[in-house]
């Protein structure tokens, strides 16, 4: 089993907290957290932690003081031990290793990108175009919308275990709950009786151990 652990500031905290509600704020949160993989951050206050397990599930999870989240990481990482702890991210479907170069131009091509209203050309001409400024290869850019065209693709199992204060309304909507996939149509809840530990949502997870019951 790999578990990574890593803190996380005041930076990456308004970034990792804002609501998900669609496939591509997933694929968005997935990326910010390679960026901290991969370049880290100044932290001058701890806000919470983000987490990967690689096992028979590969999760990331994030905990803050009273949300955690967690969805599928569909990467490999290889951990380098030293002075400073390196990772090494790649993708094996495709054969491409993630660095924060890529990441960074996967981050801009993924607020560009509109299936409603362009085709898989079009996309694919924009993104050459607006990057045609910037240093990056053709080579680069076509990993980076194939990287992104997987993680628009693939099942996020999105989940996110809240107490919510502010919204509370008896059992229409508990004190803590679980929101349980994202979009408007899509999502549903379930309550518990009191605040979840970080491990008890780990284990809730964990194909590894015995299931929950909830009737």
Do not use: W
């Amino acid at each position: 089993m790999k578990k990574i652990q890593l803190p996380y500031g005041d930076y990456y905290d308004k970034k990792l907290m804002k609501p998900v509600h669609k496939q591509e704020d997933c694929v968005l949160l997935i990326l910010e957290m390679l960026n901290i993989l991969l370049a880290g951050e100044v932290i001058s206050k701890k806000r919470g932690v983000i987490m990967i397990i690689v096992d028979k599930m590969s999760r990331l999870f994030c905990f803050s003081d009273d949300k955690y989240f967690s969805m599928v990481f569909p990467f490999d990482i290889e951990i380098t031990e030293g002075k400073d702890t390196t990772y090494k991210i790649y993708d094996s479907i495709l054969g491409i290793e993630i660095d924060s170069r890529l990441t960074a131009l996967m981050k801009r091509m993924l607020g560009q990108i509109d299936f409603l209203h362009n085709t898989i050309d079009e996309i694919i001409e924009k993104a050459y175009f607006d990057v045609s400024g910037e240093e990056y290869t053709e080579d680069e850019v076509e990993k980076c919308f194939n990287l992104i065209l997987r993680l628009l693709s693939m099942e996020a199992g999105y989940i996110r275990y809240d107490y919510d204060l502010e919204h509370e309304k008896g059992k229409l909507h508990p004190l803590y709950h679980f929101d349980v996939n994202y979009s408007s149509k899509g999502v549903y809840k379930l309550g518990i009786s009191k605040k979840m530990k970080e491990e008890d949502f780990i284990d809730l997870l964990d194909t590894k151990t015995e299931c929950r019951y909830i009737i």
